[in-house]
């Protein structure tokens, strides 16, 4: 007969209601990196992705009578079901990543009587709370709910940590954590396909257009060669840009997580001309900087959000100001003539993510976290208001 082996080590219970956009790996890493804690993942809807699991709890299905179940505690943020869920995983405490996701399950949470850890990332902190009239209010109401509930809230750069305190947050509980990145074996050099890699949505906040520009204005004479890796709202206006200004690019789509790494190794910098939204959104950290630098590719990034914290100019990559296309194109081609230079910044630039984005280093530092919000104990500010629906 077999014996199933028992884990006496403590859940985490990791919320995201979306489970899981193929953009948010950094979520799946950093839970998987755990050695602690055993991560038992529960989310409201499933995500087809190549990041998500069957192993995953996963609380409505499909159907249109679950769907309208769901709206409904996206609504109230109170489910019967998710909190049977959550109680049946025994948790130690739930860790919900983004503000907004914290305030729907700190309901939960508190019923069962178990503490909250939310992780702020960008989006959560800048855009959804700068959103005109009701819905931007309502976002700013549900992250107070959410600092007020949790036991500890982590921002994953300084920029984000203001963000946080100057929407409300008790500065005691706001700690800068970063999620880290996992670091592969140190291989020979990847020979070098392409000149210059974006990884990212195709949205205003990754100042993809201005690469377009900055990549027409290096040269016709260097003509580097461009790969893009993402997808989204601006993806057609790119395209048509690129042809019109005679920019060498080629368009790979949505990649999973090991071919993104192939591109990047193959190529010669990573470019993340992040620029802050009409919308306020802005980067939090920057997580293709780090799995970039990982892979001894240095970056040319622009002095915008958390991306400081990600690259130091001169040091592990070059920055330049939000807008700025010309001196964008400017480090592009000192990168592209000094191959001296761009060797070093990427050494340098993996040594830094060894140093202090190991993702092995940073997840055992958040078990620390976790310990710590387990002694405060604080689960709620007020009293849980039990669901009355699934």
Not at 221 to 249: E, K, W
Not at 291 to 301: G, I, R
Not at 340 to 361: H, N, S, W, Y
């Amino acid at each position: 007969m077999e014996v199933v082996a028992v884990s006496d080590r403590p859940t985490v219970a990791i919320w995201k209601s979306m489970l899981l956009p193929g953009s948010e790996t950094f979520v799946r890493n950093q839970a998987d990196a755990l050695i602690g804690y055993d991560p038992a993942f529960l989310g409201a809807v499933k995500v087809q992705s190549a990041v998500a699991a069957d192993t995953d709890t996963i609380a409505y299905s499909s159907l249109p009578r679950d769907q309208v179940r769901f709206r409904l505690f996206r609504l109230t943020g109170r489910s019967r079901r998710v909190t049977n869920l959550l109680a049946a995983m025994k948790p130690a405490l739930v860790h919900a990543h983004f503000g907004p996701e914290g305030w729907l399950i700190s309901g939960a949470a508190a019923s069962i009587g178990v503490p909250l850890v939310v992780t702020l990332h960008g989006h959560d902190v800048t855009a959804a709370p700068s959103t005109p009239g009701l819905r931007g209010a309502r976002a700013r109401w549900q992250l107070r709910q959410a600092f007020d509930r949790a036991a500890v809230v982590i921002a994953v750069s300084d920029f984000i940590r203001q963000r946080a305190i100057d929407l409300g947050a008790d500065p005691q509980k706001v700690l800068v954590h970063y999620i880290g990145v996992p670091i592969p074996p140190k291989q020979p050099p990847t020979p070098k396909e392409w000149d210059v890699v974006f990884v990212g949505r195709f949205t205003e906040k990754k100042g993809i257009e201005d690469l377009i520009e900055a990549l027409a204005m290096v040269g016709t004479a260097r003509r580097p060669r461009c790969v893009f890796i993402g997808a989204g709202p601006l993806d057609q206006q790119v395209r048509d840009r690129a042809v019109r200004l005679g920019v060498d690019a080629t368009f790979a789509g949505m990649q999973p997580p090991d071919a993104v790494k192939r591109y990047m190794a193959a190529s010669k910098m990573l470019a993340a001309p992040s620029r802050t939204a009409p919308n306020g959104d802005s980067e939090g950290l920057g997580m293709t900087l780090l799995e970039s630098a990982a892979l001894s590719v240095p970056s040319v990034a622009t002095r915008h959000g958390g991306i400081p914290d990600a690259v130091v100019h001169g040091e592990t990559g070059l920055l330049s100001d939000e807008g700025d296309v010309a001196a964008l194109a400017g480090n592009i081609r000192r990168l592209l003539d000094d191959d001296a230079l761009r060797v070093r910044l990427g050494d340098q630039a993996r040594q830094r993510v060894e140093l202090r984005f190991d993702i092995t280093k940073q997840s055992a530092a958040l078990e620390d976290i976790y310990d710590m919000a387990a002694r405060r104990s604080h689960v709620s500010t007020g009293p849980a208001r039990e669901a009355t629906w699934d």
